[in-house]
């Protein structure tokens, strides 16, 4: 479940009050694709896939995510 908007319905889709599929989004940041941390991410994906929900994968490590605020946007300051 590596790729963004996985959707299935092997066991019917979970709908909210409105009707709309359930969407989940699972997000990691781990710099090792062979992680626990991975794993999980990856069982939790599956399963709300396997329900029918729409369910994202956000890898913020491979993305390049940078977790730390520059004194720049600390005073509002848009980041590039």
Request: with cysteine; net charge negative.
């Amino acid at each position: 479940c590596r790729t963004d908007s996985v959707s299935t319905a092997a066991a019917g889709p979970v709908s909210s009050i409105f009707g709309e599929p359930v969407k989940a989004l699972v997000v990691v940041s781990h710099p090792s694709r062979d992680s626990f941390n991975h794993a999980l991410a990856d069982a939790v994906c599956e399963t709300w896939v396997s329900f029918g929900c729409d369910a994202n994968f956000d890898d913020l490590y491979q993305e390049g995510f940078q977790p730390l605020m520059t004194a720049e946007e600390g005073r509002g300051t848009e980041s590039v």
